[in-house]
Nanobody, 118 residues
């Protein structure tokens, strides 16, 4: 059974940093591309960053480029999102997503709240 558990969210002041973790189990983690999404009430869930399985290539939303870094540790079955220079507009629930290769399917974690406020 696929399980994704996010942690590391919380309240932080503007300009601060947080590191989110996504602990994965129930599947071959190293074979899946992984992503972080975020969502605020009343808006669609948006892609924040993604990392492929093999080469570790990454992709970022323009709004977080240069501030966020996605990474993964295949030995620990864990994905991370280092978030620096946080802004109030980064406030959202952040979700971990695992992308199963053929047959395609996405698995989601329960989300972790990030609030950036003074």
């Amino acid at each position: 059974q696929v399980q994704l558990v996010e942690s590391g969210g919380g309240l932080v002041q503007p300009g601060g940093s947080l590191r989110l973790s996504c602990a994965a189990s129930g599947f071959t983690f190293s074979s899946y591309a992984m992503s972080w999404y975020r969502q605020v009430p009343g808006k669609e869930r948006e892609l924040v960053a993604a990392i492929v399985s093999a080469a570790g290539s990454t992709n970022y939303a323009d709004s977080v480029k240069g501030r966020f870094t996605i990474s993964r540790d295949n030995a620990k079955n864990t994905m991370y999102l280092q978030m620096n220079n946080l802004k109030p507009e980064d406030t959202a629930v952040y979700y971990c997503c695992a992308h199963r290769p053929l047959p395609f399917r996405d698995y989601w974690g329960q989300g972790t709240q990030v609030t950036v406020s003074s």
